[in-house]
C-alpha cells in the first residue's frame, strides 16, 4: 500500500466538511475493492477526523 493516498480530493473533501460540521452520520459505498477502507482511514488519520466518541466500521446494506 502506497504511503500517500492518491486522487479521491473530492471525496476527501466531502468527508471532512462532513466530520467538521457535526452531527454527521456518513455513509461510503462503492465496489469492492475501490478505497472505501483506505478513504476512511485516511480521514481518522487526520486532526479533523479524531473526534470522541464516535464509531467507525462497517455496516451491513439495508435492503
Given at each position: 500500500?502506497s504511503p500517500?493516498?492518491?486522487?479521491r480530493v473530492?471525496e476527501?473533501?466531502?468527508l471532512?466538511?462532513?466530520v467538521?460540521a457535526?452531527?454527521?452520520v456518513?455513509?461510503?459505498?462503492g465496489?469492492?475493492?475501490?478505497?472505501?477502507t483506505r478513504?476512511v482511514?485516511?480521514l481518522?488519520?487526520?486532526?479533523?477526523?479524531?473526534?470522541p466518541?464516535g464509531?467507525?466500521?462497517?455496516?451491513p446494506?439495508v435492503?
Open positions: 500500500m500517500t493516498l492518491v486522487g473530492e476527501r473533501a466531502a471532512v466538511a462532513a467538521t457535526p452531527p454527521a456518513m455513509s461510503v459505498e465496489e469492492a475493492g475501490v478505497g472505501k478513504l482511514s485516511e481518522l488519520g487526520r486532526p479533523e477526523g479524531r473526534r466518541p464509531a467507525a466500521g462497517p455496516v446494506p435492503p
